[in-house]
């Protein structure tokens, strides 16, 4: 069965901070993986799609790495902002398009004054 | 602006009363999706289409029903609502002849069941 895990499921850090969420996979075939933003009560937002010919995509202060060999991504979040605060989800997707896509439950990342 | 418009936005409702969430798109995409998210579940597929006139079930298709008559609107009905159908729907819209895609979201309808 495909399944994306992400961790941890709940992070606080301070303003300014770096930190790195993680998403590990076992969706077969695999052709993409995408990160969203989710701000509290609204829809997800894109922020980043990667192929597995792409090893490292950045977007402003976000970047993504991915290891399509041992299935892992994770998002770098680099100089957090309160505005940061949100839950990250990591979904990957089995075949091209986006009827096979398989939803983490996503990281809640709190950013702190 | 492009958008991906859903209504309504919040809706209390009580068991058996049918009801629809609308859900329309303005990029002339020809996929269109609905989820629901639970918590500590996540996004769940409920149907999506790949055009019009094209609909297929996701993962937790029961109890919904769909139809995409035209390439903008993407309805989600509920004919007979239960209480375990209580949760946030996200609708979504893309470009299927794009291999990676951006998948647009609705703000979400927020719904309870009583």
């Known amino acids: 069965k495909n399944q994306v895990e992400q961790s941890p499921q709940s992070l606080i850090i301070l303003e300014g901070k770096n930190c790195t969420l993680q998403?590990?996979?076992?969706?077969?075939?695999?052709?993409?993986l995408r990160w969203y933003k989710q701000d509290t009560g609204r829809g997800p937002v894109s922020l980043t799609i990667?192929?597995?010919?792409?090893n490292t995509k950045s977007n402003r202060r976000y970047t993504a790495t991915l290891d399509a060999d041992t299935k892992q991504s994770s998002l770098h979040i680099t100089a957090s902002q309160l505005s940061d605060s949100a839950s990250y989800i990591c979904?990957?997707?089995?075949?091209?398009?986006?009827?096979?896509?398989?939803f983490g439950k996503g990281t809640m990342l709190l950013v702190s004054p | 602006e492009a958008q991906v418009t859903q209504n309504p936005r919040y809706l209390i409702t009580v068991t058996g009363k049918k009801l629809t969430v609308t859900c329309s798109q303005n990029?002339?995409?020809?996929?269109m999706s609905w989820y629901r998210q639970d918590p500590g579940l996540g996004l769940r597929q409920i149907y999506y289409?790949?055009?019009?006139?094209?609909?297929d079930k996701g993962d937790v298709p029961e109890g919904y029903k769909v139809s995409r008559k035209e390439k903008r609107n993407f309805p989600l009905i509920l004919e007979s609502p239960s209480p375990n159908q209580t949760s946030l729907y996200f609708c979504?819209?893309?470009?299927?002849?794009?291999?990676?895609?951006?998948?647009?979201f609705g703000e979400g309808s927020r719904l309870t069941v009583l």
């Open positions: 979904v990957v997707s089995a075949r091209s398009g986006y009827s096979t896509l398989t």
């Open positions: 990667m192929t597995f010919s792409e």
């Open positions: 990029m002339n995409h020809e996929y």
């Open positions: 979504a819209s893309g470009r299927a002849s794009s291999l990676t895609g951006e998948l647009f």
């Open positions: 998403c590990n996979y076992t969706v077969s075939p695999f052709s993409n």
């Open positions: 289409s790949m055009n019009v006139e094209v609909t």
